[in-house]
Structure formats: C-alpha cells, structure tokens
C-alpha cells in the first residue's frame, strides 16, 4: 500500500473541497485533493449564480443588501430549525468570497434577481452563456495546480484513519492501483451529498420516495462523507433537504421555455388543478405542490396563444441563463419529438387531451371552464393566482406536458459549529475533522430557501472556504 503524507486531506474536488484547497493553499500548507471523478468539478459545475450579501457588484449597482436582514429572513423561512451561528458565519463571508473569487480572475457578469420582484438581488452570474459554477470551478482547479495541490482524480476515499480519539488521515481507493494511506494532519470532507444512495434517503428522507423523483441533474453521491465522518464519532444533524424543482421533463430542454411560465394550468392526474401556477418560479414551492399529486405528475396544459404570448414576451434574464440559447428556434421540433415518444399531447379540442390524460372529458371541460370563467372575472377564487398571469385557454390547439418532479441534490448531514469542525454526540469536535459543502448539516431545513438565491452553490464555497481556512490556520499554529 502506498503511504503519503500531507498537512491537509480534502475528500472530494467540487465546489466545497476546491475552495477548501484553495484557501488552504493560501497559507502555504501542503494540501491534497481526493476526487472520486475523472476530473473535478462534482456539482459544483451546475449552479448559474452565487448568492452573496455584500458583494464589490453589488455595491457597484447600489444594491444595499443588509446582512441582518437577509439573516432573519433565511431564519425566519426555515422556522428557525437552522443553526444561527452557521448562517452568519456564511453570510458574513459571502461577499468577501465573490471579491476573493474576482482576484483570481472569475469575471462577474452582473447580480440579477433569480425570482420576480426579489429584494435584495443576490443572484451573482458569470454570463448568460455560461454556468457560474464551471467559471469558478475552472478558476479554482487552476490556482490549486499553480500552488501545487496533489490533484488526484478517479480516487475516492474509502475510511478515514483515526488513533482512537482523532482523525489522523485517511485510506484511499484508486480506481486504477493499489489503496493509498494518506497520514494527514486535517482533513475535511466535501464529497458531495448521498443523493445517489437509496438506502440513505429512506433514512434521513422517509417522506420521499425514490421512484416518483426523477434526477435529470447533478451527480449521484452516495454519502460517504457522512458514512465516514459517522464512523469516526462525528454526529448527524437531525434536518435534511432535498433540492427539488417541478414540473421538470427528461429531455426535450426548449419546452422548458413554456414550462417555466405562470400562465399555464397545472392538472394531477384526476384532471385537477391544484395549486397557484405562479409558484412556478420558486422550484421548491413547485416540487412540494407536484409531491402532494398522485404519481407527483403534473400534467402542464396550454394553447397556441400562450406558445405565441412566450415568444413575443422574450425573455428576462433568468431565462436566458436557465434555458438553451437556440430554445426558440427548435421549439416547433422539440414539440413533434415529445408528442412522439409521449411527454406531450397536441390536440385541436378537449378530447384529444382528455384522452392523452386519462381523464373524463366532462371533467376536464369543467375545469377549464372554471379556470376560464375566473380569468373573465379577474380573480382565481381558488387558489389566488395573480391577476396578471389569468388568460383564458378557450380555443386550441391545446398543448398537454406530462411533467414530474427532479431531483437535484441533498442538503444536510455532519453537525458542524461555524468553524466547519465536525462535532459528536456531545457537540464537542472530532479533533481533525471538517465538513463543508451539502454534506454538513444545519444550513437548510425541510424546504430548499430559494429566496437566497444561488445558496447552495455560495454556501457550499464559503463553508469550504472557512473549513480551509481554519484547518490551514491550526496547522501552522501546531507547527
């Protein structure tokens, strides 16, 4: 077995772990990165923004956005179930990490609200054209190598090694050789999240159940940060997230360009609508509403008047860094393709979509026409739909998407304290051991808080951030 030594182990390269290597490697300490991925990145090269208080952009654009205001608003969304002093630790640190991330050379692009009238905007994007999250990764991938960081890839950490009382490294599996046992003085997990162990979910997650959540994003962790750290003494906090969206489809993207609009009705399964359709753009509201359906199908129904009021309303920002630059333009061939392999139904009456639904056709003519008679009034009287997005669907062709509910990621896991040290039982630290990332716990409780915008992408970079940090600081200080 091969034998290496290093002053800091990170267990996992993606946003959380190359951050953590990063501001480890600021302070010139010998540190190592152990990825179970053919290259770096992990989810952290899906997220299009970053959420920030008090950010050099933000100032620039004379967005005044207090600290202690979007703190009680993030305690307040959870029900205080969260720890506080975690979540000042990272708001505190969050726009100091946009300034040191613009030092290495990541380019903002702008700050730009991510929900309708958001207040304060948060949202920190890159481009249009480009995730955020590969800009950043790409720039911290970079600065490791230049300062020497043992990148290595393909290698998931199998144990961590402990004396009895602390961590003192860990063992390492190789994908392509033998077992590598890492002696280190620190080490800090940021593998990822157990969205990709079934085992887990149904423990941590009882309310969810696997085969009605698609996942069409992200990668499937299998939570062996939290299998490890809890092996090592470290506890498991008691609140779980899973980030979810709805109505989502697999494949067919463009479509996503109606998907994503107010305007539509959403039916379940027995041809009836259910909840306001303008949560559409908080993804979280969206998932619970769908998970509450039998199946958690929602059947998405719209005309060619709607199709038309998209196209002529462009899009707004969000929508242009969400959704397929060339979205427009094959739109009409995304729509044959679905209606082909059966996720959409296009017909010139009611029947036709009854039909494609399964429902009774004097049911679903009901409906609609309560949906159409609220919008003559100017006032859902069932669900309070904002008047703005009520427009009547009384002439086809109709337009049915059979859309479900996905999975992006879990959040929650190791109890940490705001130093990211990972804690027992008795909330005293596992000497040695950090968490970072989504596999810490305490930052988000029952419902992904899409009014902090990007959250989970700036919370994973600051924790990862603060637990480099912290470890690179107590090595030198031993030294």
Same mark, same amino acid.
């Not at 970053?50 to 004379?62: H, M, N, R």
């Not at 085992?199 to 939570?223: C, F, Q, T, W």
């Not at 090592?232 to 008691?238: K, Q, Y």
């Given at each position: 077995?091969?034998k290496?030594?290093?002053?800091?182990?990170v267990i996992?390269g993606?946003?959380?772990?190359?951050?953590?290597?990063?501001?480890?490697s600021e302070?010139?300490?010998k540190?190592?990165?152990?990825?179970?991925?053919?290259?770096v990145?992990?989810n952290?090269l899906?997220?299009r923004g970053?959420?920030a208080v008090?950010s050099?952009?933000?100032k620039?654009?004379l967005?005044?956005?207090?600290k202690?205001e979007v703190?009680r608003?993030c305690?307040?969304?959870?029900?205080?179930?969260i720890?506080?002093?975690?979540?000042?630790a990272?708001?505190?640190?969050?726009?100091?990490?946009?300034?040191?991330l613009?030092?290495?050379?990541?380019?903002f692009?702008?700050v730009v609200h991510?929900i309708p009238?958001?207040n304060?905007?948060?949202?920190?994007?890159?481009?249009?054209?480009?995730?955020?999250?590969?800009?950043?990764m790409?720039?911290?991938e970079r600065?490791?190598?230049?300062?020497?960081v043992?990148i290595r890839t393909?290698?998931?950490a199998?144990?961590?090694i402990?004396?009895g009382k602390?961590v003192?490294?860990a063992?390492l599996?190789?994908?392509?050789?033998?077992d590598i046992?890492?002696t280190?003085?620190?080490?800090i997990?940021c593998s990822?999240g157990?969205a990709?162990n079934?085992?887990m979910?149904?423990?941590?997650?009882?309310e969810?159940?696997p085969e009605?959540?698609?996942?069409?994003v992200g990668?499937?962790?299998k939570?062996?940060?939290?299998r490890?750290?809890?092996?090592?003494?470290?506890?498991?906090?008691?609140?779980?997230?899973?980030?979810?969206?709805?109505?989502?489809i697999?494949g067919?993207a463009?479509?996503?360009?109606?998907?994503g609009?107010?305007y539509?009705v959403?039916?379940?399964?027995?041809?009836?609508?259910?909840?306001d359709?303008?949560?559409?753009?908080?993804?979280?509201l969206?998932?619970?509403?769908?998970?509450?359906?039998p199946g958690?199908?929602?059947y998405?129904f719209?005309?060619?008047?709607?199709?038309q009021?998209t196209l002529?309303d462009?899009r707004?920002?969000i929508?242009?860094?969400?959704i397929?630059?060339d979205?427009?333009?094959k739109?009409?061939s995304?729509?044959e393709?679905a209606q082909?392999d059966?996720t /959409?139904?296009? #017909?010139?009456d009611l029947? &036709?979509? +009854? =039909?494609?639904?399964?429902?009774k056709?004097?049911d679903?003519e009901d409906?609609?026409?309560?949906y159409n008679?609220f919008?003559m009034g100017?006032?859902?009287?069932?669900?309070a739909?904002?008047?703005?997005y009520?427009?009547e669907?009384?002439?086809?062709?109709?337009y049915?998407?059979?859309a479900?509910v996905?999975?992006?990621?879990?959040?929650?896991g190791i109890r940490v304290?705001e130093?990211f040290?990972?804690?027992d039982k008795d909330?005293?630290p596992?000497e040695? /051991?950090?968490? #970072?990332?989504v596999d810490? &716990?305490? +930052? =988000?409780?029952?419902?992904?808080?899409v009014?902090?915008?990007g959250?989970?992408?700036?919370?994973a970079?600051?924790s990862?951030?603060?637990?480099?940090e912290?470890a690179?600081?107590?090595?030198?200080?031993?030294g």
């Amino acid at each position: 077995m091969e034998k290496v030594k290093t002053d800091i182990l990170v267990i996992g390269g993606g946003a959380s772990g190359m951050a953590a290597a990063a501001a480890a490697s600021e302070q010139n300490v010998k540190v190592m990165v152990a990825e179970s991925k053919g290259s770096v990145g992990g989810n952290g090269l899906f997220p299009r923004g970053i959420f920030a208080v008090g950010s050099p952009i933000q100032k620039q654009k004379l967005i005044f956005a207090d600290k202690d205001e979007v703190f009680r608003d993030c305690m307040n969304y959870s029900h205080w179930k969260i720890d506080g002093r975690i979540i000042r630790a990272l708001i505190e640190k969050s726009g100091d990490t946009i300034k040191w991330l613009m030092d290495m050379g990541v380019e903002f692009y702008d700050v730009v609200h991510h929900i309708p009238n958001q207040n304060p905007e948060v949202f920190h994007i890159t481009s249009p054209k480009e995730n955020a999250g590969r800009v950043v990764m790409r720039t911290l991938e970079r600065v490791c190598r230049e300062r020497g960081v043992d990148i290595r890839t393909a290698t998931p950490a199998k144990s961590l090694i402990t004396d009895g009382k602390k961590v003192t490294g860990a063992v390492l599996s190789p994908k392509d050789g033998e077992d590598i046992e890492v002696t280190a003085g620190k080490v800090i997990i940021c593998s990822g999240g157990f969205a990709g162990n079934e085992e887990m979910i149904k423990e941590y997650l009882p309310e969810y159940d696997p085969e009605r959540i698609a996942h069409n994003v992200g990668m499937l962790s299998k939570g062996d940060g939290l299998r490890m750290a809890k092996e090592a003494g470290a506890d498991i906090e008691g609140n779980f997230t899973m980030e979810m969206a709805s109505p989502k489809i697999t494949g067919h993207a463009p479509l996503n360009l109606l998907l994503g609009k107010p305007y539509n009705v959403w039916l379940n399964s027995f041809g009836k609508r259910f909840c306001d359709e303008g949560i559409v753009y908080n993804f979280a509201l969206a998932a619970n509403a769908a998970l509450r359906q039998p199946g958690a199908v929602v059947y998405v129904f719209f005309n060619e008047a709607m199709i038309q009021r998209t196209l002529r309303d462009g899009r707004d920002m969000i929508e242009l860094i969400h959704i397929p630059e060339d979205a427009e333009s094959k739109l009409q061939s995304e729509i044959e393709a679905a209606q082909k392999d059966g996720t /959409l139904c296009k #017909a010139s009456d009611l029947s &036709g979509i +009854a =039909d494609f639904m399964g429902v009774k056709l004097e049911d679903l003519e009901d409906e609609i026409w309560e949906y159409n008679t609220f919008c003559m009034g100017g006032r859902d009287k069932l669900f309070a739909k904002d008047i703005r997005y009520l427009h009547e669907m009384k002439d086809g062709p109709f337009y049915c998407v059979k859309a479900g509910v996905d999975m992006l990621i879990t959040h929650g896991g190791i109890r940490v304290d705001e130093y990211f040290n990972a804690l027992d039982k008795d909330q005293l630290p596992v000497e040695n /051991l950090f968490a #970072a990332g989504v596999d810490f &716990g305490g +930052a =988000d409780a029952d419902i992904y808080n899409v009014n902090m915008s990007g959250h989970g992408f700036g919370f994973a970079l600051n924790s990862g951030r603060i637990a480099g940090e912290t470890a690179a600081m107590e090595i030198k200080n031993q030294g």
